[in-house]
């Protein structure tokens, strides 16, 4: 069991590029979570998926956001055309299931995106 | 909706002695989890304690412990002999029970913990 995985652990971009993030959740976990936060706040929710099927979607992801997780394993999340409010901390977490003894979310390191 | 406040943005505590950080949540459901994760300096957030609102027993885990007062909606973290290892950032979260159709967590804003030697 090596963890959580998140790359890249950190991204400079420009205002209007695509940027994606890609998540290695730790094997067999069916859960998997993406979470954004800024400084000096706590983690907010923006999807998660249930093996392959994506079951959530926060109103913080916008249109310029799309997130996948091909055949229940890694997941990327993509931002088209960044803008400098999109700089944050990317999390990605992942849990067994959902429930006692399932439920508990291990989070990766995070990407930092800074855009410019 | 659901949510968590966490009124102590920073507490300092020293080394060896017991700190209680503060959670307040507010939700209409009646069957829950609570968390406390806490999240080092450049480091990945882990869980420290977590909590089944159908629990009546305050969960323990070995210096951490969690005063949960359901009808007051308050969920507190008790650090006991405390480390300079447990310098960090703390945070509250609720996780609802039927994590079907919602399994996010919501965290609160967090607290900033200093451990003086």
């Known amino acids: 069991d090596t963890g959580v995985s998140q790359n890249p652990r950190h991204k400079i971009t420009k205002r209007g590029q695509n940027v994606t993030f890609r998540c290695d959740p730790i094997?067999?976990?069916?859960?998997l979570y993406w979470y954004r936060q800024t400084l000096g706040q706590g983690p907010e929710f923006l999807t998660y998926f249930q093996n392959e099927a994506q079951l959530e979607k926060s109103r913080l992801l916008s249109d310029r956001f799309s997130a996948e997780r091909p055949k229940g394993s890694f997941s990327t999340l993509e931002i088209q055309r960044t803008e400098q409010g999109d700089s944050a901390m990317y999390l990605c977490?992942?849990?067994?299931?959902?429930?006692?003894?399932?439920?508990?979310?291990?989070f990766g390191p995070g990407t930092r995106l800074t855009v410019l | 909706a659901q949510t968590v406040t966490q009124s102590q943005p920073e507490m300092s505590v020293q080394e060896a002695e017991t700190v209680t950080l503060s959670c307040t949540y507010d939700?209409?459901?009646?069957?829950?989890?609570l968390f406390w994760y806490k999240q080092p300096p450049s480091r990945q957030m882990i869980l420290v304690i977590r909590?089944?609102?159908?629990?009546?027993q305050n969960a323990t885990e070995n210096r951490f412990s969690v005063n949960f007062q359901k009808a007051a909606k308050s969920f507190s973290l008790k650090i006991s002999d405390s480390q300079l290892g447990d310098a960090a950032m703390y945070f509250c979260?609720?996780?609802?029970?039927?994590?079907?159709?919602?399994?996010?967590?919501?965290f609160g804003k967090g607290t900033k913990l200093s451990v003086k030697p």
């Open positions: 094997s067999e976990h069916n859960r």
């Open positions: 939700t209409s459901e009646s069957d829950y989890y």
């Open positions: 977490a992942s849990s067994l299931g959902w429930g006692p003894d399932t439920d508990t979310q291990y």
């Open positions: 909590q089944e609102a159908y629990k009546q």
């Open positions: 979260a609720y996780g609802r029970s039927d994590g079907g159709s919602q399994g996010n967590l919501i």
